[in-house]
């Protein structure tokens, strides 16, 4: 169980990172939104994990960490979850723009000529 | 402190008065010429009259001072003293100063801008005033620098001319490179002797001497003194400043300036003379200035080169003195700076008188001016006279002074015999120029090509130099009489202590000085005739390779390797800096771990427990979703739709973790993003054609991403091998009900616990919404793969399936929203997640008939709805502080309502319903404008 | 007991600012002058409140706020103490002075600047008072996406392009972020600093080299927020292309980064933390010296006066992690007291080019050309003058006390030497960079002959009387700066000490009891 979650965030964060290094914004996008995948995973993790947790609190059974898991970092992970949204929308229709305004969808678009500048 | 009120005070006005003169003068116009010359010359005579005040204070031994404390600095007070030395360069600066602003005002043309050149003269007097009064070194290196900053502008005065820009920017690096160097060595100085009070330095030389700091202070130290007073191998910039108005050359490269590192040079001189260093230090640097500048200055053909050189060497010998460090020897430093500082200035007048009234500095042009200018033929020759070291001249006196000095060394072992070779050789070079200098003006044929007819100047431009040639004489014949007090005390402040004793007396018989002058007058006439005779000294141009060439090189590398270094690291592209900040991550991350401690520590035993089944399953599928994403992501619909797959198998392992508000968030924020990524695809390439991208990157890349990889894995496993170690958890669980009323403890958290965070993050949310809305504005896209027709065409066949269905959807979706919502607080759901499925409720209508359509009939306003709900949640804290308590206080009651029963209601509701509010309007905003660009290109 | 006013201030700078921006964005864009004058009461208010806060705090007192009233490391707490009130004051002033320069065109030409201003502040006053982890990390992304649309305003094809790096960047180092917060939750179990440093001297040894790691990721975070090499070449193009007022703003940009390091490593891995006190200081010392000579190069080799800037403000965030890595009281103290004057000359630097730009008109705009003489050279050379000589350091300015504390301060430390070298070369650089640049601009014009044909570069459209006033107020700042240096730096020394020895701050974060509720 600790083994699939800590490789599968591993590969996420492996492939999120692959794509983070592409030429393109799109791409850079999508290593992005993975990379949140991973973190979100991984902050959820660092509750340590369970399978049979009761989510919710209950009449006649104990709020301790024995029967509930750790609500802490859920809370960051929902929070996390959204800025990560709002970002990304951010930097995609970013991406959008700077194709429109330098006929190219690389994220380097228009800086060609910068040391001119 | 000494109180205010005692007349030591007006030491401070002596400072003052320049710079309140140069602030009235930036404000009068430029063509008020009389009116700015005569603000800064009273100004200047007032500001001496206040120091003259002081004479018999000096003469009689005392040094007032007064102190007002200002920087944070051990003993760095905004204060002024004034001890002999003190006292002799202030009259020196404010008496000369006085004469040169007469000789300014009639050099300057009507065309100069005649306020600002005094403005910056009087900048620069208070300037140097400062530095000879401070009375901690703290305030003199800054009024050091502020010398430098105002000779800067005083070179480049005439701005439009190339070689005074390149004077100026040249002077200023130099000398504030200096001044940075002394910076340095001030702070080393100050904290070793605990203190920057000059008193307290000047007590100081056994402890700072017998610190491991003595050297590099002395050295930094000295760099200053050096480079501002144009010692070798900095000398090179004086002649550059040559480019500056004579009056300037008069005072500031002869008087004054240049004299400032002099006058470090024996301020410091009981603080760090008197060792070896100092010693082979400044007696070899003075030496070989003196030698090296009065060699050049016999070949230079310009009147201000020659002076310029001449100055070089000058300062070269007063340098040697102090490095020489005998009593007397400094006696004959303090004596030549006298001197020096009056024949030059008058020479640099006088050539000065030559350019105005003849339009050339060139010797080879201008000759037997003696006809045309009698009376400043007759004063030059006096002050040549003088600088030549001819008897019954101030300039002789010192001379011979500096002779006897330089015999009967023997530090430098068998070569001590050199310093009296090399001193006479020197005072020969200087014979030489002195009487090229009046041999080429003023005889030798008659003048070639000059502009104007020559003639001699106004009698007011005379009157500086008459009175400066004339203490020449004065002095020469009078000595004791003429400067003996001053000398007395000056001197008496530099050794510390009494004085030796010496005479000022013209003839002290048939010794060995004497016998080196006459030899020195003798081989310099012998050596500028046989120029004159034999190499037709007026052909020969002589080239110096020296300083300045090297230090432009030094600047144009310095400028070329920077723009390299730019070009190589600030690439401005974008992977470049990703790789760098993974790199360095994975670096930082994994560096603990190297260390055998931690290797030890570090226990990873996991428990090897059967996973379940469907666990292993999700996990096969999501690993096959990422590579597929990894081998595809080219393809981009494609790569969207796995995207979509691995967000969906993120939130059913949340929901399968027991986190169902987690899966339920994840699952409904990543069909947002789908339909964000998929919108954004209508204005993007398809497919992206590879860049090209060279194999090596991506290997870098590659191994980049397999470190991060495995560094996340390790942490998470290492990590759930332990217990939880929460030290928040309990408690938050534990207080959930009875704290919160919520059953549901991470919507609690949410909107109670930690609803700053939330506050914060429907804040980014909603400006994310408004980014997408300014930025969407003007969009003009390239390309749009549904074309209008296809997008019409589109729209029928979605209105077949969905125009009923969206319609009715939407209340639905409401509904279902307003349940989530109600229950958030004590089952999964809440504000978020409300808000999300209304959202992608009221977008259906939206993907059916297109935005035109819609709002053609429903005109909500989203950014109000933004505005709004982050207004209500943070209202919602605010009412809690009338109340007394923090800012987002909750409280709950719970009331009876008919048929649901006892529901508790949290305050935090209404936070939520902000957040609701918010995150609708947001989520909606953000992809119906994305979808309203949907028509195509406008 | 309830709280009174004094014992709200605290959390006034982030509570007005976003209502007040939540409101401005609720009204909507269309009473651009209701807006205006909403967001300067806001911001002068605030300045108020911040000033009170500085007195308040000025005996060494640390004011804590637990949000919610849920006690501390359970809830949020926000806590003032000297530096932090610092950071506030001139956080505000920026502001003041963005705002003022903004009534110029930039309000005007794109609605909802204000409100966004008022977010900006917002996210800035909270990353300065808040002792959580997590909310430190909100905080920077409501300041960030506040400075992404901001940059965006009225910056035209430049932002765009600047924007692309810098949100991807940024977005890279919130997940940093977010890996390093969530690994020290996991081992250390809370994300309150105050409890941190109580919990990290107490770890299991198989937890140290884990907890270890995450503080230095964690680092890296803070690094890219203040520019350090090699993490900071996102900097030049960013500030450069943001509008004027903008970019003065921004120029407190960096300093949360560096406050954040200034915060953080001081207090969680300080001395009492055992094995991990200190573990910044290496990694730190190399990476700001790297800095220092990098943007030393940078601002040699830059072609237009704002890139100059942008340059010389990151090596100034070197030069404060540099001396931040000695992290003794002394040097803590002087960083305290550098921060401020180098954040107002580069903002007065960012004005001053902008009027330059202005008046030699958009095509020449600042770069750093030869040209006819523009209009009202005298002025803007005066100014370029005094602002060129604040940052280079050069006396009597600002620059020099700041540069002559900071030296002393650390003369004692073992990297003294390093530090000194590259300081002292770098303002030379400096002075070198900028008289080059003033000569070009304003001397060499001089000698050009205008030629009838060139277009006389038109007079700046829109006034400039809030760009001129804002400048002024920068300017001004400076010159206090030298006025009262003394007090001043005695306030930034103690301010250091008290980063040094946090046991007080930590005292009052976790053991200040919530308001009793009165049922």
């Known amino acids: ?117 | 402190m000494e109180d205010p009120a005692s007349p030591a005070v007006s030491l401070a006005w002596i400072v003052a008065l320049p710079f309140i003169a140069a602030a009235i003068l930036f404000t009068l116009p430029n063509y008020a010429r009389n009116l700015a010359a005569g603000v800064a010359g009273a100004f200047t005579l007032l500001a001496l009259g206040l120091l003259l005040a002081f004479t018999p204070d000096v003469f009689a031994g005392l040094v007032p001072a007064v102190a007002w404390p200002w920087l944070p600095l051990a003993g760095a007070d905004l204060g002024f003293r004034a001890d002999g030395l003190a006292f002799m360069f202030a009259g020196l600066v404010l008496g000369i100063g006085a004469l040169v602003v007469l000789y300014a005002r009639y050099y300057l043309s009507s065309a100069d801008p005649m306020a600002r050149f005094f403005a910056f003269f009087m900048l620069f007097m208070g300037a140097m005033l400062g530095i000879v009064l401070a009375d901690n070194l703290i305030l003199l290196v800054i009024f050091w620098e502020l010398t430098s900053l105002s000779s800067f502008l005083l070179i480049g005065y005439w701005q439009h001319r190339s070689d005074a820009r390149q004077g100026a920017r040249m002077a200023l690096v130099i000398t504030g490179t200096g001044g940075l160097a002394l910076l340095a060595g001030v702070l080393l100085i100050g904290q070793t002797v605990g203190s920057y009070k000059l008193d307290v330095v000047l007590q100081s030389a056994t402890v700072l001497q017998s610190s491991s700091v003595y050297l590099p202070a002395l050295l930094l130290v000295l760099a200053g003194a050096f480079t501002k007073s144009a010692q070798v191998p900095f000398h090179f910039w004086l002649p550059q400043a040559m480019a500056a108005p004579t009056p300037v050359s008069a005072y500031l490269h002869s008087a004054t300036m240049v004299k400032a590192g002099i006058f470090l040079i024996a301020r410091l001189h009981p603080t760090l003379a008197g060792t070896d260093p100092w010693f082979y230090i400044v007696t070899s640097v003075g030496l070989a200035t003196l030698v090296v500048g009065a060699y050049i200055a016999v070949f230079q053909h310009d009147l201000k080169g020659l002076l310029a050189y001449s100055t070089i060497s000058h300062l070269g010998l007063i340098t040697l003195l102090f490095g020489l460090d005998t009593r007397l020897a400094s006696i004959a430093a303090v004596f030549h700076i006298l001197n020096h500082a009056t024949f030059k200035a008058s020479l640099f007048m006088a050539a000065g008188i030559i350019d105005h009234e003849s339009g050339s500095r060139d010797m080879r042009a201008l000759n037997g001016l003696w006809k045309y200018m009698p009376i400043t033929a007759v004063l030059a020759i006096v002050a040549s006279a003088a600088m030549a070291g001819v008897p019954l001249l101030n300039g002789f006196l010192s001379k011979e002074m500096f002779f006897a000095e330089t015999i009967g060394l023997d530090s430098f072992g068998v070569f001590s015999v050199l310093v009296p070779v090399l001193a006479t050789v020197a005072a020969g070079f200087s014979v030489a120029y002195s009487m090229r200098f009046i041999h080429d003006v003023f005889w030798n044929g008659e003048p070639i090509g000059l502009p104007r007819k020559p003639h001699d100047p106004p009698f007011w431009m005379l009157v500086p130099v008459g009175v400066l040639a004339g203490l020449c004489l004065f002095v020469g014949l009078f000595p004791a009489v003429a400067i003996g007090p001053l000398l007395e005390v000056a001197a008496a402040s530099v050794i510390g202590g009494e004085l030796p004793y010496y005479s000022l007396k013209i003839w002290h018989g048939f010794n060995l000085p004497l016998i080196m002058s006459v030899l020195a007058l003798a081989l310099g006439a012998a050596f500028y005739l046989s120029l004159q005779r034999l190499f037709r000294l007026h052909d020969h141009v002589h080239i110096v390779y020296g300083g300045r060439q090297i230090f432009d090189s030094i600047l144009r590398a310095l400028l070329n390797g920077s723009r390299a270094v730019i070009r190589w690291l600030a690439t401005g592209r974008l992977h470049r800096s990703m790789a760098l900040i993974v790199a360095v991550t994975i670096t930082v991350a994994v560096a603990p771990w190297l260390t055998p401690r931690a290797a030890n520590a570090a226990s990873l035993t996991l428990a090897i427990n059967v996973p379940p089944l469907l666990a292993t399953v999700l996990w096969a599928v999501g690993l096959a979703a990422t590579l597929g994403l990894l081998w595809l992501h080219r393809d981009r619909f494609t790569a969207v739709l796995l995207l979509g797959g691995i967000g969906l198998i993120v939130s059913i392992t949340f929901a399968l973790l027991s986190a169902p508000d987690l899966a339920l968030t994840q699952l409904l924020v990543e069909i947002a993003s789908v339909v964000l990524l998929m919108l954004a695809l209508n204005y993007l390439p398809a497919r992206a054609d590879p860049l090209p991208a060279n194999a090596s990157r991506r290997w870098r890349d590659g191994l980049l991403a397999a470190a991060a990889g495995i560094c996340v894995t390790v942490a998470v496993a290492v990590v759930l091998t332990g217990p939880s170690v929460s030290a928040v958890a309990p408690w938050l669980l534990a207080n959930s009900v009875p704290g919160a009323a919520g059953t549901n403890a991470v919507n609690v958290i949410i909107v109670d616990f930690r609803a700053l965070d939330t506050l914060g993050e429907i804040a980014v949310l909603g400006i994310a919404a408004l980014i997408i809305v300014g930025v969407l504005q003007d969009y003009r896209p390239r390309r749009s793969s549904i074309s209008a027709e296809k997008l019409a065409a589109a729209g029928q066949g979605f209105s077949l399936m969905l125009s009923m269905t969206s319609r009715a959807l939407v209340p639905a979706a409401a509904v279902v929203a307003i349940w989530f919502f109600l229950r958030g607080h004590n089952l999964p759901g809440g504000g978020f997640i409300a808000g999300l499925v209304l959202a992608l409720g009221l977008l259906l209508p939206y993907l059916a008939r297109g935005t035109s359509w819609v709002e053609e009939r429903q005109r909500i306003n989203y950014e109000a709805w933004i505005g709004w709900g982050l207004f209500i949640a943070g209202l919602t804290g605010v009412v809690s502080l009338a109340l007394g308590y923090p800012f987002l206080t909750s409280t709950y009651l719970t009331p009876e309502v008919p048929i649901i029963g006892k529901i508790p209601i949290a305050s935090a509701l209404f936070f939520d319903i902000g957040v609701f509010a918010t995150v609708t309007g947001a989520v909606t905003l953000a992809l119906t404008r994305l979808g309203r660009v949907n028509v195509g290109p406008r | 007991m309830a709280l009174g006013l004094m014992d709200q201030l605290a959390i006034l700078p982030v509570m007005v600012p976003l209502l007040v921006g939540a409101l401005l964005v609720a009204l909507g864009t269309r009473h651009v002058r209701l807006a205006a004058a909403l967001s300067m009461v806001s911001i002068l208010g605030l300045l108020a409140c911040s000033i009170a806060l500085a007195l308040a705090t000025a005996d060494g007192s640390v004011i804590p706020y637990q949000l919610g009233n849920w006690p501390a490391p359970f809830g949020i707490s926000l806590a003032v103490d000297r530096l932090s009130s610092a950071m506030l004051v001139v956080t505000l002033l920026v502001a003041l002075a963005c705002q003022l320069a903004a009534g110029d065109s930039l309000a005007q030409r794109s609605r909802g600047f204000h409100g966004l201003l008022q977010f900006q502040i917002a996210g800035l006053c909270g990353a300065f008072l808040t002792t959580d982890l997590f909310n430190l990390f909100v905080f920077f992304e409501v300041l960030l996406i506040a400075s992404y649309a901001l940059l965006l305003q009225g910056s035209g094809r430049d932002g765009v392009r600047a924007s692309v790096h810098y949100i991807a960047i940024n977005l890279l180092g919130s997940s940093l972020f977010l890996f390093a917060v969530g690994l020290l939750y996991g081992v250390v179990g809370t994300l309150n600093m105050a409890d941190l440093a109580v919990r990290i001297p107490q770890l299991a040894p198989q937890d140290v080299a884990l907890a270890h790691s995450a503080g230095l990721v964690l680092l890296i975070v803070f690094a890219i927020k203040s520019a350090l090499l090699p993490l900071g070449l996102w900097l030049p193009g960013t500030y450069a292309a943001a509008t004027a007022p903008v970019a003065a703003l921004f120029a407190i940009m960096t300093k949360v980064g560096v406050y954040s390091i200034l915060r953080v490593y001081p207090l969680v891995f300080g001395a009492e933390a055992g094995v991990l006190s200190g573990i910044g200081a290496p990694w730190m010392l190399v990476a700001a010296l790297g800095t220092i000579a990098l943007a030393a190069c940078g601002a040699l080799a830059a072609r237009n006066l704002r890139t100059l800037n942008c340059w010389l403000i990151a090596g100034s965030a070197g030069t404060l992690v540099a001396v931040g890595a000695v992290g003794d009281a002394a040097s803590l103290g002087a960083a305290v007291f550098y921060l401020p004057h180098t954040t107002f000359a580069a903002a007065a630097m960012f004005l001053t080019a902008d009027l330059i730009a202005r008046a030699r008109g958009s095509a020449l705009s600042d770069r750093i050309s030869v040209a006819a003489p523009m209009p009202h050279a005298a002025v803007l050379g005066t100014s370029f003058f005094i602002a060129a000589a604040v940052i280079a350091g050069l006396p009597p300015a600002s620059g020099f006390i700041a540069k002559a504390v900071l030296l002393t301060s650390v003369a004692t430390a073992p990297s003294a030497t390093a530090i000194w070298l590259f300081v002292l070369a770098a303002s030379l650089a400096a002075i070198i960079a900028l008289s080059r640049a003033g000569s070009v601009l304003f001397w060499k014009p001089m000698a050009v002959e205008p030629d009838p044909e060139a277009p006389r570069p038109a007079p700046p459209a829109a006034s400039a009387h809030g760009t001129v006033a804002a400048l002024v107020l920068m300017l001004g700042a400076g010159i206090a700066y030298v006025v009262f240096a003394a007090p001043l730096q005695r306030y930034a020394m103690q301010a250091g000490a008290q980063i040094a020895t946090p046991e007080r701050y930590v005292q009052a974060v976790l053991t200040t009891a919530p308001v009793e509720r009165t049922k």
């Open chain 1, 1 to 117: 169980m600790e083994l699939l979650l800590a490789s599968g965030i591993g590969v996420l964060t492996a492939v999120a990172v692959y794509l983070l290094l592409r030429a393109r914004t799109f791409e850079v996008v999508l290593g992005l939104t993975l990379l949140s995948y991973a973190v979100n995973l991984f902050l959820f993790a660092m509750g340590r994990v369970a399978v049979d947790r009761y989510p919710i609190l209950r009449d006649g059974l104990a709020p301790t960490l024995a029967n509930h898991s750790d609500p802490l970092p859920q809370a960051l992970v929902l929070t996390a979850i959204v800025i990560g949204f709002a970002m990304t929308a951010v930097l995609i229709v970013i991406a959008l723009r700077s194709d429109a305004e330098f006929g190219d969808d690389s994220a380097d678009a228009g800086r060609a000529d910068e040391d001119a500048r």
